[in-house]
């Protein structure tokens, strides 16, 4: 079953600002949100592990 996170939750996770998180997303370098109602965005959790995995593969 799919979890979501908010945006918020995703920025205290990665340790990064809205800004930044913002920026990578229209990088197309963080796996980007889904609209789950006309104002509320939610990232999968699955998606955002698997960034951070891949994150600290490459360090």
């Known amino acids: 079953m799919a ?3 908010t945006p ?8 990064l600002s809205r800004a930044t998180l913002d920026r990578l ?3 197309d370098k963080f796996p ?4 789950l109602t ?7 959790a699955a998606d955002v592990e698997n960034w951070m995995a891949e ?5």
């Open 3 to 5: 979890q979501f996170l």
């Open 8 to 15: 918020k939750a995703v920025c205290d996770k990665i340790a």
């Open 25 to 27: 997303v229209a990088a």
């Open 32 to 35: 980007a949100p889904l609209k």
């Open 38 to 44: 006309e104002r509320r965005l939610a990232f999968n």
């Open 55 to 59: 994150r600290m593969e490459a360090a």
